[in-house]
């Protein structure tokens, strides 16, 4: 009978050793199932986030290069903005720097066409205040093609009250998109136009 009895008991003490463990297993697996889905809801939250920030940067930087009442264009890899109001030359480029962004540098013939197409007269970013007669770009670079109006550039010809016109605009009045820039004194209010290469 004791025989039975210890048999007995060790069998209980099996079967509730058994069940410990299949318990212990069950929670384990619940616990990784918990902790797989928390990781995934994390990643998601995370993307979550990540999206939200990128949309705000999105919006950020297309605020900061926009204005009421300002024209925003794009061609190709740059964003244009023409001003509405009219400024001397260090003005407008002082306005350019704060954009993010500077006075236009015309690189090719489409550029100046499509500058010339807003049909505005606009300082771009070539002066030769530094050196009389050198046409630099406000990137540092020297100017190797113009488009000059004919018999431009003159610092203010033979008229001495108009010297210095050590600044370019694009003027629009000549009607020929490729010969349509002309020096003009930096204090003469215009408009001007931005670039910024994205």
């Known amino acids: 009978m004791a025989d039975y009895v210890n048999k007995q008991v060790i069998e ?13 297993r069950s929670v ?7 902790d797989g889905i928390r990781l995934y809801r994390l990643a998601a939250v995370c993307l979550g986030v990540l999206c939200v920030l990128q949309v705000t940067f999105n919006i950020s930087l297309r605020l900061a290069f926009c204005d009421k009442g300002s024209e925003n264009i794009k061609l190709e890899s740059s964003w244009y903005f023409l001003s509405t109001v009219k400024n001397p030359w260090r003005e407008s480029r002082q306005d350019c720097l704060k954009r993010g ?14 500058l010339f197409g807003f049909n505005k007269r606009a300082w771009i970013g070539l ?14 670079t020297t100017l190797t093609t113009g488009y000059w109006h ?8 033979a008229n001495p009250a108009n010297r210095d016109q050590d600044c370019v605009e694009l003027n629009t009045e000549t009607r020929r998109p490729v010969k349509a820039w002309n ?16």
Do not use: M
């Open 28 to 34: 384990k697996t619940e616990t990784l199932l918990s």
């Open 12 to 24: 209980l003490y099996k079967v509730n050793e058994e069940n410990q463990n299949r318990a212990t």
């Open 150 to 157: 004919s018999q431009q550039p003159n610092n203010g010809g």
């Open 101 to 114: 962004a500077d006075l236009v540098i015309v690189n090719s013939d489409k550029e100046q066409k499509f």
């Open 127 to 140: 002066t030769d205040s530094v050196t009389e007669g050198t046409w630099k770009w406000v990137d540092g």
């Open 183 to 198: 020096d003009q004194s930096c204090f003469h209010h215009r408009y001007w136009i931005c670039e910024k290469v994205v």
